[in-house]
Structure formats: C-alpha cells, structure tokens
C-alpha cells in the first residue's frame, strides 16, 4: 500500500503540474500574493530543498517497493527538523497571503509533521503506528503535490495573473 | 512374455487393498491395548509364569513399523515426516537448522553434519560416516527411520535397523525410557531392540556391539544375538499390551530431543555453576500459560510437523511444485498462522489470534523495525550481551542422559544468540553458531575433514594431550600452539592412510546427496586444520576462504520472552546505542579465537550516535507544528471574515 500511495503522489504532482501548464487548473488571484521578499526566497528555497530531499528519502524509496532503512531514513531524520523550522517560519510569513494553495500547504505541513511525531511517541499501539504511517504517507504526499505544483507557478508562470496567483 | 504380463496385471487387480487407517476423530485420547507384534508381524506373547511357552510365540523385539502400522495403515505417508525423512534423497531441506555435530575435544574437533546439504554443513558420508555409525553416534537422539531403518551398512544386521520410534514422542507418562534407548543404541548396538527395552517391554541379554562384522543373523552365528526377556506382566491373558499413547504430544517428550539451556559466557570458570543455575530460568512464556509444543508445531498424517518460520509456507509450495511425489505434503496455508506473526498478526488471508494469542501493541515501535526485525530478535533466547553466551543443546550436548562430570563448557562451542540478517526475511534474527574445527585433507578448494579416529591412527595423540574420558562432558581444551600444529600435519602427512574396514564402507545408494563412490582410505591433498576463522597449513597460517565458509548458524527461536523482558521494552537506547549487544557481539568461538561480529550498518552507527539528540526532533517538531496550525487557522478565519462580508 505504501508503494501505491508513493507512485500516487508521485502522478498526482506530474498531472498537477501538467495541468497547470495547460491551464486547465482555475488560478484565481488572492489577497497578499505580493511577490517573495529577498530573506523569504532564500528560506522558501531551504523549505523546497528539505522537502525535496525528504521525497527522495522516502516517496521515491518506497515507490521503487523498497523500505526506507539506513543512509535513506537518516537523511530523512536529519532533514526533518530544518524542513519543520522552515515551514514555521514561512507560516509566520505568510500569514496575511490568503491562497488555497498556501493554506493546503499548511494543513499539510501540519498533518505532516504531527503524525510523524506521533509515530515517535509511546502514546500509540503497533496498529496506531501503522495508521499514522499511512497517514503521513498519504498527507506528504499531498504536500509534496501541492508543493510541486507551486514551485512551478513560481518558477516557470511568466505572466503577472500567474504570479499573482502562485500561492505563495 | 505376454501371460506373464498378463498375470502380472491380475495380479495387480486382485491384490488386496490395504486397509485405510484407524481413526476414532475424538478428542478423548484411544485406549491403546494392542497386540505387539515383531519384525515379521508375529504377534508377541510372553509366556505367564507357569505356561509353557506357545511354539509360534515370537521372541524377537518389537518392531513399531508393524504394531503402530496394523491399524495406522498410512505408516508410509507419516514415515517421511520432517523427524525422519532427512536421509531420504530428494528430502525438503526447510530452514537451516541444528545440525548433528561431530565432537572430540582431544582433537579439537566440532563438525555440523546434516543429511539435508544445509549450506555450511557436511553430508556425513562425505567424513566417511556411513548410516550405522552415524546411528552409532546420534541415534540416541534420533527418532529413526529413512536410510537409518533402511540401510545396507553391514553392521546393522547385527544392530537392526533403526526404526521410527512412533512411542519416543508419543507416550504420555513416563512410561518410556528415552535414555535407556539411548544406551541401547549408543553404547550395545542394540538398535532394534531400543524401543522394547525403553518401553519396559522387556529387558534385553547381549550387546550387538560384540557380534562379528560378518555376522549373519540367519547363520549358526544368529545364537549369539541379544536375547529378549519380555515382562509377561505387561500383557493380559489375550496378548496385549497398554500403552499410554496420545496424539498431542506432552512438552516432556518433545524437550528430550529439544532442550537448550544456557550455560553462561564461554571465558567463565564457573564449572559448572550455570547448569546448576538452570532453576533460575523461566519457562518459555507460551509453556507458561498452558500450551503444548504441539500447539505451534503440529502436522497432520503426514507428520511434516510445522517449523513455524515466516515463509515455510512458500517453502512446502516450492517442495510440492518441485517433486510431483513430494514429501513435504501437500501445503497447507493455515500453516501460515502459525508463525509468530501469522499467530499474533493474522496474515492478509487469515486472521490470528488462535490459541487466544493476543495482539502485541508494541507502544511506542516505529512500524519500520517489523521489516528490520524478526520477532524472535527482541523476544527469543537469552537477551543478548557484549558477548555471545554459550548454549548446550539435547542433541548436541546429550542433555537428558545421565553424567556426573560436566562443565559449562562442554564441548561442542555453540553461541548464542548471534544476531544475523536472515536471507529469506531479511530481517536481523538472533541465531546459534558453531565454528567448524577438524583436521582435514585439501584438494582445490575442498576440504574433505577427517575422522578424529583417523588422527588416533596416525598416532598423533600424544601431540595433542590426552584423551578425556568418554563420560565426562569436558570443554574444549586449550588452542594449540604452532608448533603443535605443525607437527600434526607433518605426521599426517607421512603417516599410512589407515586402510577402510568393509563394516565402515560408505554404501553408495545414487542419490544426490551421497557421494557416487564410497570415499577412497587415502583422500588426495595436503592436510590442514580448520579453527576459528583460519586455514592452518603447513606452510602457514591463511584466513578461511569463503568457499568453505565458517561459521554455521540457525536461527533460534525459544525460549520466547514475554513482552516486559523483551529488548526494547525498558527503552529505546537498548539497541539504538553504539555498541548496543544487538549490533556489537564478541564471540570467543573456540579457545583462543574472539571474533568480533559487528553488524550495525554505518548509517545505524551514526543513527545511534545521534539518538540522543532525538527530544530535540520532538520538540522542534511540535513547536513548528504548533506554529504552522496557529498560521493556518488565522488564515481560516480572516478567509471566513472576509467572506461574511
């Protein structure tokens, strides 16, 4: 089932994007969307390098049927905690910018973190544990969708209305 | 030709079927009062004390195959259960397991023999050692049957075969002396009469040991044969006998064959205080709660008893796919319910819980370690230490007969636990390991190891130190020097090759496990001696190569430890801690030789070092949480603001 639900996330995020690309995805323009401040680029980037390190620890592992052990769980451990210190501090940052995209990422973020911190806990039984698992695997993969998905508005969606409505 | 084939196939048509089993299907265990009958299906019947002896009464000893098999008419399907079908050419092999070893502590030798080819151990007619002897030396444990009943070996028509003992396992009281057929096979050569004598049948005059290698059991010789006197008071005034026979077999029976203890660390100088401490350990905890042995490990008609490893299940279909006559039997895929986790978990076809198991919670485990760990890594065998603890075993150690000297040392050397990547799972499992040491001839890359009476031939003794005394269960002795070694092989190298008596003639059978031709008396090489993990040759000492591979390890899974005394459960720094037992073991694999076995990858070393660090993940990780929920539900409510107006 973990595998399933990588490749899903993995397909989903390629269709969003190329949805977007064909502008077949609603881009509606929201309050706040002025455009990345100098510091906020450099830790947007540190939040989408963490995150991208942490799918090819994990998703990318687990969508090739294989288990995350070793150098991959490590990596995943160790990127963990400055994925969450970006996230919160980008949270603070964008507190005024009202997009779906934003405030998905958000829930996400937050759903993503905590179940994983649940998985860490003595609070929860092995069955528990394996719903969090699968938990954390489904909602990663829908931020690393939601993720992927804004980096390339903000990347490769030239015009001012695209900008505008990146989600950032 | 044509009225003998047609006679032939008459006969076929008009040959009596055989009878299909017995059966009552109740749980309430059948009375067994029974006619005993002998190897020629003569019913036995001793004469009362004041009777005269009927002239058809038979005086030779039980034989089970025909008692057990008047009424359980399958005896041919339950003859090639796992117990016994070792020998047979073409048997399943399963998951390694315990193998057989050979042991002499004066000549430093311990070799794991299996019939079955498990990787790492030596088919025994490849040492030379032909059926009878090989019943010689481990029939005391072996319940019999396959090439050990079977065989041409020219002594066992002193001996008898070695008959599948039906009663070794399942008599229910005490009537059956597992040790006094030990001393019947072991030390008189009394191979068929084992089972009588154990039952308390009868008591047995004469040793098969003193018949001549040529002895012809239906020459004038035949009077010089062990006699039986059968006990008249066992049977009623009809001939028969009653004997306490269950189904499902008492924990008792089982644990002659298949007790371990632990005896402590193999640099202790204790004696033999840790057998003496055996009082102190708890029971498996399954045994604890009331359940048999044969709860886990049954087995239908066929008596493939089930070993209950993760993928034995796999294993039966492959055996099944690869013989059309397979003796695996037919796979059962209940069988998959009765592992650890099948039994606890339920599979993704079957539910678990039987036997009431309950459902482990594992509070606080990461699912991911059950890909990592088999169960039996944090609940089996002793909890592991900085050094592997030795272990003494039924049939290694012949626990269950009687001695007055012994040390916890006691040779063979088997560690445990050792804890290794399985793999078939994958998954790290404690396991017990022996280190392979003998004298051998090298040819190539093959090591053919000798017998340790081939040693005494060529008069190395005095090199080596005196011989233990034969009831003494000694440790090994101290490593040899160099020099020692060296003078060894010299003598073997110049010393005749000891010519091969015909009674110790490997009988070659075609099948593919056993050597075409019986073994030449001088084998092709240089001689070598193989300890620890290196090659002593003449010209100096090599590591093994990893052709001939040491050691040789199975996987142990009892004495299973309830939840409190599993590792893990006093915390997570148990194993996540470098040099944690777990991933850093010493094993003191013979006198002399430590090998250091570290198994923890160097990312679980980094992983370890840095565990400490973990409260700092967890609480960064719920303050950025914290922070990301207030962001967004700040967001959700100024949106909801603005859409009100």
């Not at chain 1, 998905?149 to 409505?165: C, E, P």
């Not at chain 2, 058809?56 to 041919?76: E, Q, R």
Request: some cysteine; charged content about 20%; hydrophobic content about 40%.
């Amino acid at each position: 089932m973990q595998q399933g639900i990588a490749i899903l996330a993995l397909v989903v995020a390629g269709l969003l994007v190329l949805l977007d690309a064909m502008r077949l995805l609603p881009r509606r323009p929201c309050a706040g969307s002025a455009p990345l401040a100098r510091g906020e680029r450099g830790l947007y980037l540190l939040f989408v390098l963490t995150l991208a390190l942490m799918t090819i620890s994990s998703t990318v592992v687990l969508a090739f049927g294989a288990h995350m052990r070793g150098w991959m769980l490590l990596l995943h451990m160790t990127v963990a905690p400055i994925f969450c210190i970006a996230i919160a501090v980008l949270a603070v940052r964008w507190v005024q910018r009202f997009s779906c995209l934003v405030r998905l990422i958000l829930l996400m973020s937050f759903a993503t973190i905590i179940t994983a911190l649940f998985m860490m806990m003595t609070w929860f039984g092995t069955d528990w544990q394996r719903c969090w698992m699968t938990a954390h695997t489904i909602v990663s993969g829908i931020l690393f969708a939601a993720v992927a998905l804004q980096v390339w508005r903000l990347l490769f969606a030239k015009d001012t209305a695209d900008v505008a409505s990146a989600g950032r | 030709m044509l009225l003998i084939v047609a006679a032939l196939v008459r006969a076929q048509e008009t040959a009596p079927t055989k009878a299909p089993p017995e059966r009552t299907y109740s749980n309430a265990p059948f009375v067994h009062r029974i006619v005993l009958l002998d190897e020629d299906g003569t019913p036995i019947r001793p004469a009362k004390p004041g009777e005269d002896a009927a002239a058809t009464a038979s005086n030779k000893p039980v034989s089970l195959a025909k008692t057990c098999g008047k009424c359980h008419s399958d005896y041919d399907v339950m003859s090639h259960g796992w117990h016994f079908n070792a020998s047979e050419p073409g048997a399943p092999q399963g998951r390694p397991g315990e193998p057989w070893i050979l042991t002499d502590p004066q000549t430093r030798t311990q070799i794991p023999l299996s019939y079955r080819g498990w990787k790492g151990t030596f088919q025994p007619y490849d040492l030379g050692i032909n059926d009878f002897n090989f019943v010689r030396l481990f029939g005391r444990h072996y319940p019999g049957g396959g090439a050990l009943a079977d065989s041409k070996d020219l002594r066992f028509k002193a001996s008898g075969g070695l008959e599948i003992d039906c009663l070794i396992c399942h008599t229910r009281d005490n009537g059956y002396d597992a040790a006094a057929r030990a001393t019947q096979i072991s030390t008189d050569q009394n191979f068929k009469y084992g089972p009588t004598v154990a039952a308390f049948l009868g008591k047995v005059q004469g040793s098969a040991a003193k018949l001549r290698d040529n002895f012809d059991p239906t020459g004038p010789d035949a009077r010089r044969a062990p006699k039986i006197n059968y006990d008249a008071s066992r049977f009623d005034d009809v001939g028969q006998v009653v004997i306490d026979i269950v189904r499902r077999v008492p924990n008792e029976r089982c644990y002659f064959c298949h007790t371990s203890i632990d005896t402590g660390r193999a640099d202790s100088k204790d004696g033999n205080a840790a057998l003496e401490s055996r009082w102190r350990h708890d029971r498996d905890v399954h045994l604890v709660k009331g359940m048999l042995c044969v709860d886990c490990h049954r087995n239908g008609a066929d008596h493939m008893i089930v070993r209950g490893y993760e993928g034995e299940y796999e294993d039966r279909v492959k055996d099944d796919e690869r013989s059309a006559d397979s003796l695996a039997g037919k796979a059962e895929i209940s069988i998959t319910t009765l592992s650890c986790q099948g039994c606890h978990y339920g599979t993704n076809v079957m539910p678990g819980g039987r036997n009431a198991a309950p459902r482990p919670l594992h509070h606080g485990m990461p699912p991911l370690h059950f890909n990592e760990l088999s169960c039996t890594a944090c609940h089996s065998g002793p909890k592991p230490a900085d050094a592997a603890m030795l272990v003494q075993t039924s049939m290694a150690h012949k626990l269950g007969l009687t001695r007055r000297e012994t040390v916890d040392a006691a040779a063979p050397t088997i560690l445990q636990p050792v804890f290794m990547r399985d793999p078939r799972t994958h998954k790290l499992t404690p396991n017990r390991v022996i280190f392979p040491s003998y004298w051998g001839w090298m040819d190539g890359d093959k090591i053919t190891p000798m017998l340790p009476e081939q040693l005494t031939a060529a008069g190395v003794g005095d090199i080596l130190g005196a011989k233990p005394d034969a009831k003494t269960f000694s440790a090994m002795p101290t490593a040899l020097t160099q020099d020692q070694i060296n003078k060894v092989l010299e003598k073997l190298s110049t010393a005749p090759r000891p010519a091969l008596k015909p009674a110790d003639v490997v009988t070659a059978r075609g099948a593919t496990t056993n050597p075409t031709t019986a073994p030449s008396t001088s084998p092709a090489g240089e001689p070598v001696f193989v300890y620890g993990e290196s090659l002593y040759k003449r010209s100096g000492i090599t590591p093994l190569p990893a052709s001939i591979g040491a050691p040789y390890a199975w996987p142990l899974a009892h004495d299973v430890r309830p939840a409190q005394q599993a590792l893990g459960a006093r915390g997570c720094t148990e194993c996540h801690t470098n040099g944690a037992p777990i991933f850093h073991t010493t094993i003191a694999a013979a006198p002399g030789v430590i090998v250091d076995l570290s198994r923890g990858s160097a990312a679980m070393q980094v992983l370890n070092a840095t565990y400490r660090l973990r409260w700092m993940v967890i609480i960064v990780g719920y303050i950025s949480a914290a922070i990301v929920l207030l962001a967004w539900l700040k967001q959700k409510l100024a949106t909801m603001g603005t859409t009100k107006q």
